[in-house]
């Protein structure tokens, strides 16, 4: 908390002490930039955070700066006014909020839709402000906007500015380092992982856009009265492409990226754009090399500063996160002729099978016989023709990763699927929040300090999850293996779905591994399902194995049961007839 | 009142099969590169430029059109070395470097030919009689080589060994590797075509439209959406994109207001990209 | 008897990302010779042979073919020393039809020379306008088997010809590759099922977690002993 107030401190004692040092006509120019620093900011927060890019956050700029003109017109000398800057620039945000919300539910695929929305969004937004001259004034725009009450003069202004910037860096701040932000940052990281912990990721992307919308709206509610002249511009394809180019060239990743970006790029060319024709060539040039080979923008040459910026100083004290209610019983799951198709391909056809009683349950075929399709159909993540799955005896019409999840599923994937670039901790947190957050707990750093005795316990059976600060990416493959294992682990499921867990283990991991999965079996009341093809894991765990074959069910019994039966032999290996 | 009918739909015609031709060259490079190109409107304006300038030279217009294919062509081979492969062909990537390239292509020929509109003089003109309305001819010669390109195009796509290889590259990579095919020099070779045709395509334009260095960014905004609405990959697709869009474009222009036109493309294309991002007609 | 192996596996590793699934294989396939490369699934034949053709990069070891190092050659120019490959999965182009899969890298783009393997498999014949997409998935693995033998290659590795291939054709394939074998072309299969393997085989290789724990003369290695290797 400390290193947070002195540095926060710091850059707003800079910002107000600027026109000291610059004289009052380029505090007034500046005010600008610093505006236009407060949308940068918004775009590097979605971009660089949660991997969404906006490329239309100057109509949320435009809309803020419209409606606080008129909402300073008619409020005039009252200190009423200064309500108007808040108020548009929430309105601005939920606005956002729901526009985002409606199109990240809208298609699954990630790709870059959002952005042509957005582009598209601004320009018609462009349009509507050129040709509806009723209201916005046309292409001329609203003029003669009048100022804040008892702010006469540049300076009194831009201390308003400065103090509105400062505030906001450090509400950025905030919000980046708290558990929000982390569950941002996983988003462009896996955000498919985040789904299956039962996270609403349409709703968590929604989140960081409003945010970025608030940003907007103080900086358009500002631009009325600092230019006193609201124009169409301000939502054209130009100015967004110049947030987005701010927040790329100083370093969209950061929080004083996007700030540093827009107010050299903006002086910048302000000052050399007439004087050097070839000015805004440079700046094309400089955002390709970003774009190729410089993701962290002009911030990367100032590694060192961010190094001491991001040292969190004191890890979080260790505390017992709340518990998740106990269940009842395992889930169970039934299969009803269920069939899914890809194309032309059947995957499951007709597929019929429940869980009993046993605890773990061993699925089992050769190439092909539908193991993980069944889980994923199970879990939303492949779409199903016919047929019916009960969870618990209800039937689940259209499954849907999270909530599934949140059903008391957990998931491990064929391939290891974790976090790459957050670190070990990040990744065991993100699980761990999973179900037992409330409220505005996400805005708390203490969060990062929860831990539970099973966590506690895979720490001590697998040394390197101690080292917290690792980056998941700099993990052997095995160890990423285990970090998800123990990441579906610790949300306390009802059902464990593994599979293949110890693919591509080393013969000692493979051991910890079983040793792992029979523990959680006796201190947890779960269920346990695991794809596995080698037969040694497969003795020694299950209790019923489930033979699937061409997308049907085959055969089940006991280990020996099944290695015995001849129609299994039969499908393995062919053979002369 | 008939004759005006008819002019006004050979207007809609012209103006879908238009659009057509600015869209091949992004319907290659985004439909089956899927690379997103958005400076792809300033290909078609640095076409537009090498016309204005060979017209000034002296030379005949038809020498327009291999000059703005090489130049075109050229720059496309950069890029392509430059950006794209480097990216490894991500649309996300794509997208944000070709804007840069979009930037830095509009200031240079700021630089180099000022912000001044030009106009480039119509190569064949006169006017035809059609229903006792005199519709220019250079318009129809246009359409006429349009619906020749696309027919071509379509046949060539689906017959020829290339047209057979890109296809076998698009739908199934690795395999195409193991055939033989040598995928990056295919690759690359699609980008430059696409490319190329942008400027061809600008040659065509030119003089009908003023040639300024942002001319490009009124026409990207048409390409990208009629591939988006009309699916990307399939030449179904680029007629459908055509049609629709330029088609809802002329007729509402003309009805209503070019405001309203340019308003319901924008919200259509919002609409597919929530609900039906790959389009009408995507490839498989 | 010391003639050189026409294809080396010399001592590779890989895998995807940062795991190694294939750890340290070497085998060689000689000319005129058959090697079946088996095991359970996940054990990392279909790696191993993806590493040898060059569509992964190996974190360590040689491929030779004929004597020449090849390791790390971009895949399309597997053809020019001889190698042809057919994978496992996506083992047709789905969009192109059954002929112009057949004929997409001829120069003459005829069919004329696929009659002897149209007498063999009519069903291509019949279906040589359809798009391959079409096709059932024994049908794609049979158009798939016909492709890789007529590139003329001295070297064929296939990853599962059998799969979903109904039974009468397997044994088809299998003349077929003896017929090719007597001529002096050598086979590498990644097979599972042993209807195939026990027409074809001069020698089997047995994988079991990225390594090979098997390797022997056909004639030597008894049914059981495979089997054990195999199944549950």
């Given at each position: 908390m400390g290193s947070f107030l002195v540095r926060n401190g710091l850059i707003l004692a800079l910002l107000v002490l600027v026109p000291t040092f610059v004289g009052e006509f380029w505090a007034y120019q500046l005010g600008l930039y610093f505006l236009y620093a407060l949308a940068a900011m918004g775009v590097g927060l979605t971009w660089g955070q949660a991997g969404i890019l906006p490329l239309g956050q100057g109509m949320f700029v435009a809309l803020s700066a419209y409606t606080a003109a008129y909402g300073l017109s008619g409020i005039g000398t009252s200190p009423l006014a200064f309500v108007v800057i808040p108020a548009a620039a929430l309105g601005v945000a939920l606005f956002g909020f729901l526009f985002s919300t409606v199109v990240f539910r809208g298609h699954s695929d990630r790709g870059p839709s959002f952005s042509l929305i957005t582009l598209a969004l601004t320009l018609a937004a462009f349009q509507i402000a050129t040709t509806w001259s009723s209201v916005t004034g046309g292409f001329n725009g609203l003029r003669n906007i009048p100022g804040l009450p008892g702010l006469d003069g540049f300076l009194d202004l831009y201390y308003l500015i400065a103090v509105v910037l400062g505030l906001s860096i450090a509400f950025v701040d905030y919000l980046l380092r708290a558990p929000l932000g982390a569950l941002w940052r996983a988003i462009a990281d896996n955000e498919r992982r985040l789904a299956f912990l039962g996270y609403d990721v349409a709703a968590l992307k929604a989140v960081a856009f409003a945010v970025a919308c608030w940003l907007a709206g103080l900086a358009g509610a500002l631009y009325a009265p600092q230019q006193n002249l609201v124009t169409p511009d301000l939502a054209g394809f130009a100015f967004s492409g110049d947030l987005v180019i701010f927040a790329a060239v100083g370093g969209r990743a950061t929080v004083l990226g996007p700030v540093i970006g827009a107010i050299v790029v903006g002086v910048l060319s302000a000052e050399l754009r007439d004087r050097f024709p070839w000015w805004e060539i440079v700046i094309a040039l400089f955002f390709i090399v970003v774009v190729l080979r410089?993701?962290?923008?002009?911030?990367t040459l100032f590694a060192p500063l961010e190094r001491l910026r991001l040292a969190r100083g004191q890890t979080p004290r260790a505390s017992r996160a709340p518990d998740k209610p106990r269940a009842a019983a395992p889930l169970s799951v039934g299969f009803e002729d269920v069939r899914v198709r890809m194309g032309d391909v059947t995957i499951l056809d007709g597929l019929s099978v429940k869980t009993g009683d046993e605890a773990v349950l061993c699925l089992i075929g050769p190439n092909g016989a539908g193991k993980t399709s069944a889980l994923n159909v199970m879990t939303g993540a492949l779409p199903k023709r016919g047929g019916r799955i009960l969870i618990d005896g209800v039937d689940v019409l259209r499954p849907e990763p999270a909530a599934v999840a949140r059903s008391g599923v957990g998931r491990k994937f064929q391939t290891p699927s974790v976090?790459?670039?957050?670190t070990i901790d990040e990744n065991l947190a993100i699980a761990l929040w999973s179900g037992r957050w409330r409220g505005f707990?996400?805005?708390?750093?203490?969060?990062?300090g929860w831990t539970t005795p099973l966590l506690d316990e895979m720490r001590r059976r697998f040394g390197f999850l101690g080292s917290g600060g690792k980056a998941a990416s700099d993990l052997s493959h095995g160890e990423r293996q285990i970090l998800e294992l123990t990441m579906a682990l610790i949300t306390e499921p009802r059902l464990l779905l593994l599979d293949?867990?110890?693919?591509?283990?080393s013969h000692e991991e493979t051991a910890q591994v079983i040793d792992a999965i029979q523990w959680a079996r006796q201190s947890l009341n779960l269920r346990i399902i695991i794809i596995e093809h080698d037969m040694e894991l497969v003795r020694r765990l299950a209790d019923r194995v489930v033979v699937l074959h061409q997308g049907r069910f085959l055969a089940d019994g006991s280990v020996e049961e099944v290695q015995g039966n001849p129609d299994v032999r039969a499908v393995y290996v062919g053979g002369s007839r | 009142m008939e004759s005006l009918l008819v002019t006004q739909a050979i207007n809609v015609v012209y103006e879908v099969l238009i659009l057509a031709v600015l869209v091949l060259g992004l319907a290659v490079v985004m439909?089956?590169?899927?690379?997103?190109?958005?400076?792809h409107g300033e290909f078609v304006m640095l076409g537009a430029y090498t016309a204005y300038t060979v017209q000034k030279a002296g030379f005949p217009y038809l020498a327009a059109v291999p000059a703005a294919a090489v130049v075109c062509g050229v720059i496309g081979l950069l890029v392509e070395r430059f950006l794209i492969r480097p990216l490894r062909y991500d649309p996300f990537e794509t997208l944000l470097a070709t804007w840069g390239l979009g930037l830095l292509l509009r200031k240079l020929v700021e630089l180099v030919f000022g912000r001044g509109f030009r106009s480039v003089d119509i190569p064949i003109g006169g006017s035809v009689s059609i229903f006792g309305e005199a519709y220019p001819t250079y318009r129809l010669v246009l359409m006429a080589i349009a619906v020749v390109v696309v027919v071509a195009l379509f046949v060539w796509y689906a017959r020829a060994a290339t047209g057979a290889r890109i296809r076998a590259m698009v739908g199934n990579p690795v395999l195409a590797e193991a055939v033989g095919i040598r995928t990056r020099q295919l690759a690359r070779n699609t980008f430059v075509a696409g490319t190329a045709w942008a400027g061809i395509a600008g040659v065509m334009i030119a003089p009908l439209t003023p040639v300024e260095p942002f001319m490009g960014l009124t026409l990207i905004v048409n390409s990208f959406f009629a591939l988006v609405v009309g699916g990307m990959g399939t030449v179904t697709g680029l007629f459908a994109g055509s049609t629709i869009i330029g088609g809802l474009q002329s007729v509402l222009s003309a009805s209503v207001s070019p405001t309203t036109a340019y308003l319901a493309m924008l919200i259509l294309s919002i609409l597919f990209l929530w609900q039906r991002p790959r389009g009408l007609f995507p490839r498989p | 008897m010391s003639e050189p192996a026409l294809f080396e596996i010399d001592h590779v590793s890989g895998g995807y990302g940062s795991g190694l699934v294939v750890r340290d294989v070497s085998l060689t396939v000689g000319r005129g010779e058959a090697v079946c490369l088996l095991g359970r699934n996940g054990v990392g034949k279909s790696t191993l042979v993806r590493l040898a053709c060059g569509f992964l990069a190996a974190a360590a070891g040689t491929v030779r073919m004929a004597g020449a190092d090849i390791t790390?050659?971009?895949?399309?120019d597997n053809l020019g020393v001889g190698l042809t490959y057919c994978p496992q999965e996506r083992v047709v182009f789905d969009d192109l039809t059954v002929a112009e899969n057949l004929t997409l890298m001829r120069a003459d783009r005829r069919l004329d020379g696929f009659d002897r393997y149209f007498q063999v498999f009519p069903r291509l014949t019949e279906r040589r306008r359809q798009h391959a997409g079409t096709l059932s998935g024994g049908e794609k693995k049979l158009l798939s088997f016909v492709r890789g033998l007529a590139e003329g290659s001295a070297m064929v590795v296939i990853d599962e010809p059998s799969e979903g291939v109904q039974f009468e054709n397997v044994v088809r394939m299998a003349d077929l590759i003896a017929a090719r074998k007597a001529g002096g072309t050598a086979f590498l299969v990644v097979e599972q099922n042993l209807t195939l393997v026990e027409r074809i085989a001069d020698r089997i290789v047995i994988m079991d977690h990225g390594e090979i724990v098997y390797t022997g003369a056909a004639g030597d290695v008894a049914r059981d002993e495979i089997l054990s290797h195999l199944t549950v």
């Open positions: 410089l993701p962290g923008g002009l911030m976090f790459p670039k957050l707990d996400l805005l708390r750093p203490s969060l990062f293949e867990p110890c693919a591509g283990l | 439909g089956l590169l899927n690379v997103l190109n958005i400076a | 790390g050659q971009p895949p399309s």
